[in-house]
Structure formats: structure tokens, C-alpha cells
């Protein structure tokens, strides 16, 4: 049986910063300012790099700049592991946010309860370097802060356990109000 041409083909490599200055005509120092700060560049270097970019499909290679820079370029997004309830729209906002400042948005699914979860988050948290989290699942006030400690952590909505809205919202008193209306 021989392989199918797509199966005979080695995967696609991802362009680099010195194919980018190549094509531009322009070092690859130029290409780096560019995308540091395009504004200290003539306007038509900046057009010559970003044609460059998009002809090659470029996108920064954020594990390089990790390193170059000790900074981290990944958001952690953590959703519910056991409930198919969380908002989805609020998700995609967050990667699409991310995506457009430069950094990769990571979602895990944080399951359990209490103390498996608190176990789990801070598992994660060592894992890896995170510039900020969002959490669509609770966090108890002493792991939030503990959290927050190494990194932003912002929790999107007040939910209990096992992943019921809690809060003013969630009360039911403004369905209360329009029903006695």
C-alpha cells in the first residue's frame, strides 16, 4: 500500500523571523522592531515586513519571545470539567482578546470539588507560566488569594459547587419582580 500524497508530505514548518527579513529585503533585526514598536519604522519598511508576513503566514514564535524576554504570553482560562454550562461566548471574547494582543489562551477543565479542585489549580499553576487566569469555575476565597499571589486571576460570575449561579443575578428577584408586575 503506498501512503497517500498528503501522508508522503513532511508537515508544514512555520516561517521564521529570518524568512520574514529575506522576502522584505530588510535584517532580521528590522523585522523584530517591527514587531516590537512599527511605529519607529518608515512607513514603507513597515509595508514590506507585514506583506512579508502574510505572504509567509507568519506568527511570532511566543515560546522564543518567552525566553528572550522572561515574560509569559499564555492566559489561563479555566471552565467546569463536569457541567456543560458555562459561558461560551464569554470564552471566545477571552480568545479572541488574547489572540489579538499576542498571547495563547490555554483552557483547562478543572474538575472536582473543594479540596480536589484547590489540588488541581495549584497543579496547574505550577505548570506552567501564565500571564493572567480567568476562571469560569469558583474559587474559594483563600485559593483565589493564593492564586493571585502568582498571577491576576479574575472570576467571571458567581457560581457554587456544582456549577448553579449564585448572586443577584441569579436570585430570581427581578423574574419575581416582573411576574408580580
Known amino acids: 500500500m503506498t501512503p497517500s500524497p498528503a501522508a508522503a508530505r513532511p508537515p508544514a514548518r512555520a516561517a521564521t523571523i529570518y524568512e520574514v527579513a529575506r522576502l522584505a529585503g530588510v535584517s532580521h533585526q528590522t523585522v523584530s522592531r517591527f514587531m516590537a ?3 519607529k519604522l518608515k512607513a514603507s519598511t513597515s509595508e514590506k515586513v507585514e506583506r ?11 515560546t522564543a519571545r ?13 471552565v467546569p470539567g463536569s457541567s456543560p454550562y458555562f459561558p461560551s ?22 474538575e472536582g470539588a473543594g479540596p480536589e479542585r484547590t ?33 491576576p486571576v479574575v472570576v467571571a460570575g458567581e457560581y ?10 441569579s436570585d ?8 408580580e408586575h
Open 160 to 169: 457554587d459547587d456544582k456549577m448553579r449561579g449564585r448572586g443577584r443575578i
Open 66 to 78: 518567552s525566553l528572550r524576554t522572561k515574560a509569559a504570553y499564555r492566559v489561563l482560562a479555566l
Open 89 to 110: 461566548r464569554m470564552l471566545n471574547g477571552a480568545a479572541a482578546a488574547a489572540r489579538e494582543a499576542g498571547y495563547h489562551l490555554d483552557v483547562v477543565a478543572l
Open 119 to 151: 489540588e488541581r489549580l495549584r497543579g496547574i499553576l505550577d505548570g506552567g507560566p501564565f500571564a493572567g487566569a480567568l476562571s469560569f469555575v469558583p474559587i474559594s476565597g483563600t485559593d483565589l488569594l493564593q492564586a493571585q499571589e502568582r498571577i
Open 37 to 39: 514598536d512599527r511605529s
Open 172 to 179: 430570581g428577584s427581578a423574574a419575581q419582580a416582573i411576574v
Open 52 to 62: 512579508a508576513m502574510a505572504e509567509l503566514n507568519y506568527s511570532p514564535n511566543l
